[in-house]
């Protein structure tokens, strides 16, 4: 059985031999790309290489690329604990192909590496194509041997890719595992498909046109190609494992935590509760390795909702004292060697966490046994008032995500049109408070300033583009 350290070698091995140029990962926090939040897929760092305007000395690449979705088009944070398959936190493993090899060799390398090379079983897996991309249909047929039925024809968004409104864009082809019926979910494409049953494991892009402007599509000259694989997941197939949770880095993670607070992973709410936190952590200590530390807007306010939504389920498991920072040697060591920056910056991740677990608990607390007390006669499919989420984010620096966590086991949800018009109140008192100063020109533009960035501090990460996602 292979762990995923040597997963991720050998995926890079396998592509470099087939003639791709190994290339590091990039940050989280993408250079020179003010509208992305943070990089979400390999394809970001490659993002001018695919456009022409970068040139670079290799036509075909490989990478294993840090991941963030936590904001913006793609926020996997809610899914965090809930799903086998998700992370705030994963690697990405790509090939790339920039007007070199097209749809033919990219299934070939696919094919060969998941079956041959990982051998897995060919009669579990099944792939998607976009509806009208009878090449790719043939392609499986003939490369994998696969029967038409499975080869699902999909044809929504989720199986044609765009960078963005204009610019390089084409079908694309996934591949899953089925892990059984004894697993809830229904095959891509059908109703059920949010399930866990049918998992996807590897996305590949192929990009064969240029949107030019809204009516006009263009083919390109020299098409290329973008996959991304998550390494969490295919680590969790070689393992023979239905949940990524269930990966030797997790289990080592989650090892932690248990020790750490004495609290076993058997029951469905504490094994949640240890998985937030091993992910959470994850996603933390790269972000500040990365140059992001918590604050109360944009990226940094990401980061801050993701620390504060793993103390919550630290003190659900009765922690009493910081926790975050106690686990970080455990991540360094299963990371650490993949990932020099996270031992160079560890002293700094360690003194983050511990600096704002220390903050954050005096007010979790309060904050905590108000929400218990507002929330005590909501029964299932209630819906907590605006105000009281308000004053829980403006009072006790609870983030709105944290508070809709909180509720969720008990299926209760959140005002969020009372909880913006909450915002809305205290804003416009603020401004009104401000409007005897006499300085108006450095007032309104103070308040333009809040409005396109202030307003970050709870709107801001919805703010991501669409762009740069595989
Ligand atoms: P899903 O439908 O399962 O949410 P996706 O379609 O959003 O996945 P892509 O954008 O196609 O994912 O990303 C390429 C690959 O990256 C996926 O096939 C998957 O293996 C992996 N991946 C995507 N999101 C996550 C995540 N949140 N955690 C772990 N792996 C992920
Ligand atoms: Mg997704
Ligand atoms: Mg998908
Ligand atoms: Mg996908």
């Known amino acids: 059985m292979s762990g995923v350290n040597e997963i991720r070698s050998a995926f890079l091995d396998y592509f470099r031999r087939n003639g791709h140029e190994v290339v590091p990962s990039s940050p989280l926090v993408p250079r020179n790309d003010p509208t992305l939040m943070f990089t979400n897929a390999g394809m970001v760092q490659f993002k001018n290489v695919f456009t022409g305007l970068e040139q670079r000395p290799y036509s075909t690449a490989t990478t294993a690329q840090k991941c963030v979705r936590a904001g913006g088009k793609h926020n996997d944070l809610d899914n965090v604990g809930y799903t086998a398959r998700h992370h705030t936190f994963f690697e990405m493993l790509g090939n790339f192909s920039f007007g070199d090899y097209f749809k033919d060799r990219a299934i070939e390398l ?221 991540l360094v060591q299963q990371m650490g060697r993949a990932y020099p920056e996270l031992v160079r910056a560890e002293a700094l991740i360690s003194e983050t966490l511990k600096l704002e677990e220390t903050r954050f608990r005096k007010t979790l607390e309060r904050g905590l046994s108000l929400l218990s007390d507002a929330s005590a006669d909501l029964d299932k499919g209630d819906i907590l008032d605006g105000e009281t989420a308000f004053k829980l984010y403006d009072t006790y620096g609870f983030p709105l995500d944290l508070t809709q966590d909180a509720l969720r086991n008990r299926g209760i949800g959140v005002d969020l049109s009372g909880f913006s018009d909450a915002m809305e109140r205290q804003k416009a008192e603020a401004r009104k408070s401000w409007a005897g100063s006499g300085d108006t020109a450095a007032e309104t533009i103070w308040f333009e300033l809040r409005e396109k960035h202030g307003a970050t501090d709870f709107l801001g990460y919805d703010t991501e583009s669409a762009e740069g996602v595989v």
Not at 197 to 214: A, D, S, Y
Request: aromatic share 8%; hydrophobic share 40%.
């Open 110 to 330: 696919a094919w060969g590496l998941i079956t041959k090379e990982f051998g897995i079983d060919k009669d579990r897996l099944l792939v998607t194509v976009y509806h009208t991309d009878d090449q790719a249909f043939d392609l499986w047929k003939k490369i994998a041997g696969l029967p038409d039925s499975r080869i699902i024809r999909i044809p929504t968004s989720d199986n044609f890719w765009a960078m963005g409104d204009t610019g390089p864009c084409g079908p694309c082809s996934e591949i899953f595992y089925d892990h059984g019926d004894h697993i809830w979910g229904g095959p891509p494409g059908s109703p059920e498909e949010d399930g866990d049953r049918f998992i996807e494991i590897w996305n590949l892009v192929f990009m064969q046109f240029e949107q030019v402007t809204k009516e006009q599509r263009i083919d390109l000259p020299r098409p290329s190609i973008d996959t991304g694989m998550g390494l969490e997941r295919i680590a969790a197939l070689l393992q023979g494992k239905h949940d990524n949770y269930d990966i030797d880095l997790f289990r080592a993670l989650i090892e932690a935590s248990v020790e750490a607070t004495g609290v076993a992973a058997d029951n469905p709410e504490h094994r949640a509760s240890h998985r937030v936190i091993a992910d959470h952590l994850r996603s933390s200590a790269f972000l500040i390795a990365d140059g992001v530390l918590p604050s109360n807007e944009g990226r940094g306010y990401v980061l801050r909702r993701i620390m504060r939504r793993a103390m919550r389920h630290a003190q659900l498991l009765g922690a009493r004292e910081p926790l975050m920072w106690k686990l970080l040697p455990s």
